[in-house]
């Protein structure tokens, strides 16, 4: 798994992607601090690693999943099952606040090169 608070380009993305999954990275957004981390096996672990290494808050965290050799709206997936928090009104693993999803976008499109 890796931090990722300063850019990197689709190529990076994709050797990321090449060592777990061949075609997707997960990712879990920390929407406060506007860091991701990227590359691990389930959004948990990407999750906990936020709360324990980077002193994140759990109500900041949203899991994603990244296609890098997808352009568009193909190129970025609200799903994760940590995203499923009723106590925020979340009861789905998508992404349902319109506000949040164009917070995640904006730190995805910050951290990751297009081309």
Sequence with gaps: MK???KRINKKELQKIADERF???VKVVVDIKNEIMVVGGELHSDEEAKLLQDHGSNQNDLWGINLYPANEGDKFLEFDS???????????SRDVMDPNIRKKIIDIVNKLIEKG
């Design 3 to 5: 931090l990722l608070d």
């Design 22 to 24: 061949g075609d997707l």
């Design 81 to 91: 099952l940590i995203n499923i928090r009723p106590s925020l009104n979340n009861r």
